[in-house]
């Protein structure tokens, strides 16, 4: 069975650096063809795709985003870990990592919220 | 990567069948067989109901379907019901280097 959870501040300041960590079970990051990725969601907004790693740690990033974004992974502990920087109120969402299995996301976290504000 | 392009709303009466449309482009929904649909209900993470266009998990209903033509995919709910009610994203591989693209979502209403 595949789960995963986010985990992370709620709250942060304007500038701050927000770290989250997605930890998963029933899955190797080390499997070819895995995948996990970080989507965010503004209340009342659509999904919005924000960096993904794969098993050979190929790194994908939003290019609107990339500048502000960092993701890596510990296969040792089931962890993907996504940096963002200097973030601002606009980036006030619902975090959520998912899992991928080739171009699929099947299985989602129950997502976490990130208010940023000071 | 823009997001694919799906209408804001769309309502029915329960037992009716409703279609929600998702276009793309050639570089997106045109050209792979790996689009996604989910559901996603208030508050919660949204659930995978159909992926590489037409195919769906274990679980889902058969009132769900998928279809896809040129660049627009569509998503099919027959016989509506209540628990239909929820928001619903279409999602498609991209050829560029970016994690993918979602649509702009759909809310649909069971009169």
């Known amino acids: 069975q595949i789960t995963l959870k986010e985990s992370g501040p709620t709250l942060v300041k304007p500038t701050q650096t927000l770290t989250l960590t997605c930890t998963f079970s029933g899955f190797s990051l080390s499997t070819s063809g895995v995948g996990v990725g970080w989507i965010r969601q503004p209340p009342g907004k659509a999904l919005e795709w924000l960096a993904l790693i794969y098993w050979d740690d190929d790194k994908r990033y939003s290019p609107s985003l990339k500048s502000r974004l960092t993701i890596t992974k510990d296969t040792s502990k089931n962890q993907v870990v996504l940096t963002m920087t200097n973030m601002d109120p606009v980036d006030t969402a619902t975090y959520y990592c998912?899992?991928?299995?080739?171009?699929?996301?099947?299985?989602w976290g129950q997502g976490t919220l990130v208010t940023v504000s000071s | 990567q823009s997001a694919l392009t799906q209408p804001a709303s769309v309502s029915g009466s329960p037992g009716q069948s409703i279609t929600i449309s998702c276009t793309g482009t050639s570089s997106d929904v045109g050209g792979y067989n790996y689009v996604s649909w989910y559901q996603q209900h208030p508050g919660k993470a949204p659930k995978l109901m159909i992926y590489?266009?037409?195919n769906r998990p274990s679980g889902v209903s058969n009132r769900f379907s998928g279809s896809k033509s040129g660049n627009t995919a569509s998503l099919t709910i027959s016989g509506l019901q209540a628990e239909d009610e929820a928001d619903y994203y279409c999602?498609?591989?991209?050829?560029?280097?970016?994690?993918?693209?979602f649509g702009t979502g759909t809310k649909v209403t069971v009169l």
């Open positions: 999602s498609s591989y991209t050829s560029s280097s970016t994690p993918g693209v």
């Open positions: 590489e266009v037409s």
């Open positions: 998912a899992h991928r299995w080739g171009p699929l996301v099947d299985y």
